[in-house]
């Protein structure tokens, strides 16, 4: 049995994303609101490239990581803003 079998004689070596193939996916990230429903596909779906995968799964995680970064930062923002304003209301 090589290395590059398993015991189910399946193999673990990906095959290799052409540049052709990474131009179509970006591509297909530039287009809004298809490029969230097309990393969801990408990063759960069982039929994509296990490269695509991965890189659909870390840039999930880097698109909640600054949704929870920009949510922090908006709500000290306004509420510093609030503050300003509640306290400067004499005309």
Sequence with gaps: ??????????????????VKNWLI??????????NIVMLFVWAFGDSANKNKSNYAKA???M???FIVLYAIFAI????????????????
């Design 1 to 18: 049995m090589s290395m590059e079998t398993t015991n189910y004689g399946l193999d673990q070596r990906e095959k290799v994303m052409t």
């Design 25 to 34: 996916t970006s591509l297909i990230l530039m287009i809004p609101i298809a």
């Design 59 to 61: 840039s999930l995680i």
């Design 63 to 65: 698109m909640a990581i």
């Design 76 to 91: 000290a923002f306004f509420s510093l803003f609030a503050d300003v304003l509640s306290k400067n209301t004499t005309f």
